[in-house]
């Protein structure tokens, strides 16, 4: 196993996904206190894999189709365009 893939991927994901909407519907599924905090657990997490399936499926599929330094890029600008919104409209 590629040990140095693996933690640049956990810690991407992991990055990108704290404090998203996804996590805060999460948080508010689990402050309910009628609801089961497992049960909201394994439906976020099942969500997560299946989400994260389907990217890689695509990821696949359209390995060789595109060239991996143009993806890159374009992935990094609309990470910065999301930020840099995410600062105006803050303001």
Do not use: C
């Amino acid at each position: 196993m590629d040990s140095k893939l693996l933690l640049t991927v956990f810690a991407t994901v992991f990055l990108a996904e704290l404090g998203d909407k996804t996590q805060l519907a999460t948080l508010l599924f689990a402050a309910d206190s009628d609801t089961s905090k497992w049960v909201v657990f394994a439906g976020a997490s099942l969500a997560l894999v299946a989400t994260t399936a389907i990217g890689v499926v695509a990821g696949a599929a359209l390995d060789g189709a595109l060239n991996p330094r143009l993806l890159q890029l374009l992935a990094g600008t609309g990470f910065i365009g999301i930020g840099l919104w995410t600062v105006v409209k803050a303001f």
